[in-house]
Nanobody, 122 residues
Framework: QLQASGGGLVQAGGSLRLSCAASGLTSSNYVFGWFRQAPGKEREFVATMGWSGGYTYYADAMKGRFIISKDNAKSTVYLHMNSLKPEDTAIYFC?????????????????WGQGTLVTVSS
């Protein structure tokens, strides 16, 4: 139900756009998040938004660099990543939950995509 794509290799300072196809999970009470997990580290919150578009929320390290957005017609959530740094290298996951509210813990999300690898070279 969640299919992430768009990862790849990019130089530091570059940009990437990740996509998350969210078939069947796009009613107004759904919330979507992006998380990332670097090797040897715990899964980390990146950004979240409600499908109704009422709010967005970002981890401090991503504010001003990453933007979460959606395309209703395509049932797709995006993560636009700018000014990428080597420390942004990780597997990025999209996640969904069926109740409203800002949640930053991966445990609060019941739907997960398979992840897409982002590698930022220095």
């Amino acid at each position: 139900q969640l299919q992430a794509s768009g990862g790849g290799l990019v130089q530091a300072g570059g940009s990437l756009r990740l996509s998350c196809a969210a078939s069947g999970l796009t009613s107004s009470n759904y919330v979507f998040g992006w998380f990332r997990q670097a090797p040897g580290k715990e899964r980390e919150f990146v950004a979240t938004m409600g499908w109704s578009g009422g709010y967005t929320y970002y981890a401090d390290a991503m504010k001003g660099r990453f933007i979460i957005s959606k395309d209703n017609a395509k049932s797709t959530v995006y993560l636009h990543m700018n000014s990428l740094k080597p420390e942004d290298t990780a597997i990025y996951f999209c996640a969904g939950r069926s109740t409203l509210g800002i949640r930053t813990s991966p445990n609060e999300y019941g739907y997960w995509g398979q992840g897409t690898l982002v590698t930022v070279s220095s």
